[in-house]
Each structure stands twice: as structure tokens, then as C-alpha cells.
Nanobody
Framework: QLQAYGGGLVQPGGSLRLSCAAS????????WAWYRQAPGKQREVVAR???????AYADSVKGRFTISRDNAKNTMYLQMNSLKPEDTAVYYC??????????????WGQGTQVTVSS
């Protein structure tokens, strides 16, 4: 189970840090990703991080957002700086979970609201 938190209301130019923690036993996380969905728009990928810590970002957030992971805590983070009103959305975390007994599946967190407004 994934639990995302850290959203909130912030002024333009401000910062927020999102976290997503995976709970349970008998698994490891292969790749993590953050997605977001603004009202009336499709869900889009914001950032990804592989099991080797290789990262990729949407062009709209490059240079402002940083994705990271802590394998020991089964947790992923998204540091968001220089926030803009267009970053307003519900942010969802996603994980490719590998079961130690074999198999893998895609898991989603419940979403956390980020609102950038003055």
C-alpha cells in the first residue's frame, strides 16, 4: 500500500516536499514515479526514478523538481521548488512493486492536493 502526503497550499515561487511511503512486507520497489492530474486534464507523469536512481522529468518541471528515493525506508520524495500556478493538481505516487516470492504489480497512492495560489 502506498501513502502519499505533503501537499498543501503554497504561494507562487514557494516550495513543497511530497513523500510517498510503501508499507507491507515481502517486496521491493523497482521504479517509482510521480504523476499529477489537474482539473479537466489527463493524468501526466511528472518524474520517474529507477532502481539505479536514474531520473527523468517532464519538461515543464525540469530544473524545479527533484525526485529521490530511500530504499531502506521504501519511500520516495518529490522536492518542488519555484512552484507555479500551473503546478496545481492532485499528485499521485506510483510504484512498480516486485514481490520477493515472484511477480510484480503496479501500485498507486491515494493522491495529495497541491495548490499554488496567491
Amino acid at each position: 500500500q502506498l501513502q502519499a502526503y505533503g501537499g498543501g497550499l503554497v504561494q507562487p515561487g514557494g516550495s513543497l516536499r511530497l513523500s510517498c511511503a510503501a508499507s507491507g512486507r515481502g517486496f521491493r520497489i523497482n521504479a517509482w514515479a510521480w504523476y499529477r492530474q489537474a482539473p479537466g486534464k489527463q493524468r501526466e507523469v511528472v518524474a520517474r526514478i529507477s532502481n539505479t536512481h536514474s531520473t527523468a522529468y517532464a519538461d515543464s518541471v525540469k530544473g524545479r523538481f527533484t525526485i529521490s528515493r530511500d530504499n531502506a525506508k521504501n519511500t520516495m520524495y518529490l522536492q518542488m521548488n519555484s512552484l507555479k500556478p500551473e503546478d496545481t493538481a492532485v499528485y499521485y505516487c506510483n510504484a512498480d512493486i516486485v514481490l520477493l516470492g515472484g511477480g510484480h504489480f503496479d501500485s498507486w497512492g491515494q493522491g495529495t492536493q497541491v495548490t499554488v495560489s496567491s
